[in-house]
């Protein structure tokens, strides 16, 4: 479990946060102060859930070069949004990992300005870092796939043309 706190430079952090702004923020990560970061909102549909707490992106390196928390220059917070169990992720990676690369997968505490604003499940970025300690080469595709939902339906095999 690890301890993150966030102080952002601005007062209306969340408001520019939810209009799609990234945030300069100084961060501490157990007790390692981390200068100049910048936070953005992560994710499409969990950042429409109810509620102040939304998954951030952090990106340590953004503003002082070679910045970060473990070799990772970028982290993933997510908010636990349709996980209430906070296991998921941790569990799916984990169980995988031994087949096939997988992101590694952590918790945190998360402040912001010293005030306790939530539990968050860290997930490594799916960037260099995790390309350096899954491949010998930095090199190479990289894909996402679309949600199920943006997809077409399914063909049914066993329709019958008329």
């Known amino acids: 479990m690890h301890d993150v706190n966030l102080v952002f430079d601005r007062t209306d952090w969340e408001s520019a946060l939810a209009a799609g702004q990234t945030v300069a923020a100084d961060a501490t990560f157990d007790g390692v102060a981390l200068a100049d970061v910048d936070v953005s909102y992560k994710g499409n549909s969990s950042q429409r859930a109810a509620g102040r707490k939304k998954p951030l992106n952090v990106q340590f390196d953004a503003h002082v070069a070679g910045q970060a928390v473990g ?3 970028v982290l ?14 941790a569990l799916t990676s984990s169980s995988l990992a031994p087949f096939m690369p997988m992101p590694r997968v952590g918790w945190a505490k998360v402040s912001v300005g010293g005030a306790y604003f939530g539990f968050y499940v860290i997930i490594e970025q799916i960037e260099g870092a995790f390309t350096k300690h899954w491949f ?7 894909f996402k796939a679309d949600p199920p939902e943006a997809a077409a339906p399914p063909a049914n095999p066993l329709a ?3």
Request: aromatic share 14%; no cysteine.
């Open 136 to 142: 010998r080469s930095n090199n190479g595709w990289r």
């Open 71 to 73: 070799g990772h220059d």
């Open 160 to 162: 019958r043309a008329s």
């Open 76 to 89: 993933n917070f997510n908010n636990g949004f349709s996980d209430p169990s906070f296991l998921r992720e």
